[in-house]
């Protein structure tokens, strides 16, 4: 359980690299830091019965990552968890909802551009 916390920890230094507006970095590398935090994730979870909450937390700690991979997914897997979250994690629900934000605009922006609507102060 302790491995698990330590990937978990991990995967979300490495999303706060990806996300980072301090560092000039370029897409291919934000790219890199969500796929590497995208491991973490997976292996926080490998072999191991969450509780609900931590389980919810990593799927949408996965979604946040995608934003950078694949936005189109990251959307996908927030509406799946959507409801449960609601339900069982309230106070989820509003990062899940920039989350999408963050992807819908992913999604309209040329894929080599940055993205200038992620803030530092926002809580991934």
């Not at 890199?32 to 799927?59: P, W």
């Not at 950078?68 to 106070?91: K, Q, S, T």
């Not at 992913?106 to 102060?121: I, N, Y």
Request: positive net charge.
């Amino acid at each position: 359980e302790s491995l698990q916390m330590i990937d978990y920890t991990e995967g979300e230094g490495l999303k706060r690299l990806a996300f980072s507006l301090r560092k000039e970095l370029a897409l291919a590398r934000r790219i890199e830091y969500a796929m590497r935090a995208l491991d973490c994730f997976k292996r926080s979870n490998h072999g191991v019965e969450l509780v609900i909450s931590q389980r919810l937390l990593t799927q949408v700690s996965e979604a946040q990552c995608l934003v950078w991979i694949d936005p189109e997914e990251a959307i996908r897997r927030i509406e799946l968890i959507w409801n449960e979250a609601a339900l069982y994690f309230p106070a989820l629900v509003d990062k899940m909802k920039r989350t999408v934000q963050m992807a819908r605009k992913r999604l309209m922006v040329r894929k080599s551009e940055p993205l200038p609507l992620f803030h530092l102060h926002a809580p991934f």
